[in-house]
């Protein structure tokens, strides 16, 4: 018994090598329509005592929005004391009303707001408070900064990695069957 152990263990061990190899699946985007935080170009702070999050103030919109977890699990709602809750999701808006994206690179603080829940102002119901996870690796792009690449390194914009930034546009586009992108990219600074 313990030889046929024996020469198991190396395809035992080949193919758990192979397993721990093989890449995570892809996030599932989902188009939803319903209240949400919009935070594309949120501005944020760390939260106090937890260098790990930050506290971004999001506008609160209506309409349909991008999440990468199904739509019943970022449904907005109402507790009994009255609080509303949304949570931030991905939309064009802020692209069709002109704000360009400002790229950023790796190493910068930024934050990653995308399905994070969010509390909507009760004075201002028109914003929402979000909790976000603070990043500090990979090139990333904003709607804020209004494109001063100054603002890279002392913000923490909401704001997602390259990659993520085009393919939630492309899904966007999709399915809302838009066929030129409002999505623009800051000017690049002259040297």
């Known amino acids: 018994m313990r030889a046929v152990m024996l020469r198991l263990l190396p395809a035992i061990l080949g193919l758990a090598a192979i397993l721990c190899l093989m890449q995570p699946a892809a996030a599932k985007d989902y188009l939803c329509h319903q209240q949400f935080a919009?935070?594309?170009?949120?501005?944020?702070?760390?939260?106090?005592?937890?260098?790990?999050?930050?506290?971004?103030?999001?506008?609160?919109?209506?309409?349909?929005?991008?999440?990468?977890?199904?739509?019943?699990?970022?449904?907005?709602?109402?507790?009994?004391?009255?609080?509303?809750?949304?949570?931030s999701q991905f939309a064009l808006t802020q692209f069709e009303q002109g704000k360009k994206g400002l790229k950023c690179e790796s190493g910068t603080p930024w934050s990653q707001c995308l399905n994070?829940?969010?509390?909507?102002?009760?004075a201002n119901p028109d914003k929402a408070i979000c909790a976000c996870d603070v990043v500090r690796t990979?090139?990333?792009?904003?709607?804020?900064?209004?494109?001063?690449?100054?603002?890279?390194?002392?913000?923490?914009?909401?704001?997602?990695?390259?990659?993520?930034?085009?393919?939630?546009?492309?899904?966007?586009?999709?399915q809302l069957k838009i066929t030129k992108?409002?999505?623009?990219?800051?000017?690049?600074?002259?040297?």
Request: net charge negative; charged share 20%; aromatic share 4%.
């Open 38 to 87: 919009l935070c594309t170009s949120a501005p944020c702070i760390p939260q106090p005592g937890n260098p790990d999050i930050s506290i971004c103030v999001c506008d609160v919109q209506e309409g349909p929005n991008l999440a990468t977890v199904a739509c019943d699990t970022v449904k907005p709602s109402t507790d009994a004391e009255g609080i509303r809750t949304v949570y």
């Open 116 to 122: 994070k829940i969010c509390t909507v102002d009760p």
């Open 138 to 174: 990979g090139d990333w792009q904003t709607a804020g900064g209004d494109c001063d690449a100054a603002t890279c390194k002392t913000a923490y914009w909401s704001g997602a990695l390259l990659a993520d930034s085009r393919s939630n546009a492309d899904f966007m586009m999709d």
């Open 181 to 191: 992108s409002p999505a623009e990219a800051c000017p690049v600074p002259k040297q």
